[in-house]
């Protein structure tokens, strides 16, 4: 029985393609290409990287891809612990995908929307307290303001032995009661400060077509991180900074605001990518892992 990297090799010949254009149509480099046609598999980067050279080269040449991942999985043979390292990721990745679906933040910056709603309550409930404390008169208020109403004081009367006529007494009443009541001073309460709105924002959709590891962080915070096993697609918003870093980079496809940009690599290749309001802003390579 043929080996998958002679098999993979007939069904290129078979098909007239070179290395170099099998290199060009799957960006995998020719030295890892000849490698796995050899199955010398020790010089090629494992894990999920393998199993992405395996499954775009199987798709180039017209093998059934997963047919290729079984004989290369049984021809290597996999230890308990790698297979068991290789299951949790792939239940790391279903616990965040269904953590996504619950993730309102896709549609509504809900955490932004709350905290703006209890901003508002609380300046109300400030509002309202300072209010009553305002409108309560004060006991030093109460005696120096001529304003406040004061209790009804008799009118003086002259004694008996300087009384005056009856004409005398009543223009006495009217004079006190045209006396003008003095003006009390009058306290408002300031307005409370509304709350501050949510800046704009901005989103970075991430399709991964290729097994590969992902750590995005959205304004300083990390949000994802571990290996997600394709097809999946993950969107983040931030508002001033969105950082990727992809070990399979040519394995993504990027929208930076429902707009598609071009690869920003190729299959296996470690790569970091900045993404600001304005768009990409760095992209940071690193060489991949040396066998």
Same mark, same amino acid.
Do not use: C
């Given at each position: 029985?043929?080996?998958?990297g002679?098999?993979l /090799?007939?069904? %290129?010949?078979q098909?007239?393609?070179?290395?170099?254009?099998?290199s060009?149509?799957? /960006?995998?480099?020719t030295?890892?290409?000849?490698a796995?046609?050899?199955?010398?598999?020790?010089?090629? *980067?494992?894990?999920?990287?393998t199993r !992405?050279f395996?499954?775009?080269?199987?798709?180039a040449? @017209?093998i059934?891809d997963?047919?290729?991942?079984?004989?290369?999985l049984a021809a290597?043979? *996999?230890s +308990?612990?790698?297979?068991q =390292?290789d =299951?949790n990721d792939?239940v790391?990745? %279903?616990?965040?995908e269904q953590?996504? +679906?619950h993730d309102?933040?896709?549609?509504l910056?809900?955490?932004?929307?709350?905290l703006a709603?209890?901003?508002v309550?609380l300046?109300?409930?400030g509002w309202g307290?300072?209010?009553?404390?305002?409108?309560?008169?004060s006991?030093?208020s109460?005696?120096?303001? *001529?304003?406040a109403?004061?209790?009804a004081?008799?009118?003086?009367? *002259?004694?008996?032995?300087?009384?005056?006529?009856?004409?005398?007494e009543k223009d +006495?009443?009217?004079?006190v009661a045209k /006396?003008?009541a003095g003006i !009390?001073?009058?306290?408002t309460?300031?307005?409370p400060e509304s709350?501050?709105?949510?800046g704009p924002y901005?989103?970075? %959709?991430?399709n991964?077509r290729e097994d590969?590891?992902l750590?995005i962080s959205s304004?300083?915070?990390?949000v994802?991180?571990g290996t997600?096993?394709a097809?999946?697609?993950?969107s983040?918003?931030? +508002?001033?900074?969105?950082v990727? /870093?992809?070990g399979?980079?040519?394995?993504?496809?990027?929208?930076? =605001?429902?707009?598609p940009?071009?690869?920003q !690599?190729?299959? !296996?290749?470690?790569?970091?990518?900045?993404?600001g309001?304005? @768009?990409?802003?760095?992209?940071?390579?690193?060489p991949?892992?040396?066998p």
């Amino acid at each position: 029985m043929a080996s998958l990297g002679a098999e993979l /090799k007939q069904a %290129r010949e078979q098909r007239g393609v070179t290395l170099e254009e099998l290199s060009q149509s799957t /960006k995998i480099g020719t030295r890892l290409l000849r490698a796995l046609e050899q199955d010398h598999y020790d010089q090629l *980067p494992g894990g999920i990287f393998t199993r !992405g050279f395996i499954r775009a080269y199987a798709r180039a040449v @017209g093998i059934d891809d997963e047919k290729a991942i079984a004989d290369y999985l049984a021809a290597t043979e *996999p230890s +308990h612990s790698e297979a068991q =390292n290789d =299951n949790n990721d792939a239940v790391l990745s %279903r616990v965040v995908e269904q953590r996504e +679906h619950h993730d309102a933040a896709q549609e509504l910056p809900w955490g932004w929307f709350a905290l703006a709603l209890v901003v508002v309550a609380l300046g109300l409930a400030g509002w309202g307290f300072y209010s009553r404390q305002s409108h309560k008169p004060s006991p030093a208020s109460a005696v120096s303001n *001529p304003s406040a109403p004061q209790p009804a004081q008799p009118l003086p009367r *002259p004694p008996a032995s300087q009384a005056v006529p009856a004409s005398s007494e009543k223009d +006495h009443l009217l004079a006190v009661a045209k /006396k003008p009541a003095g003006i !009390g001073t009058a306290t408002t309460s300031a307005p409370p400060e509304s709350a501050a709105p949510a800046g704009p924002y901005f989103s970075v %959709r991430v399709n991964v077509r290729e097994d590969s590891w992902l750590s995005i962080s959205s304004d300083g915070k990390t949000v994802l991180q571990g290996t997600f096993v394709a097809p999946v697609v993950k969107s983040v918003r931030a +508002h001033s900074q969105i950082v990727v /870093k992809a070990g399979n980079v040519g394995a993504l496809d990027f929208e930076f =605001n429902g707009k598609p940009l071009p690869s920003q !690599g190729s299959i !296996g290749e470690i790569k970091s990518l900045v993404f600001g309001t304005d @768009g990409l802003e760095v992209t940071e390579a690193t060489p991949a892992p040396q066998p």
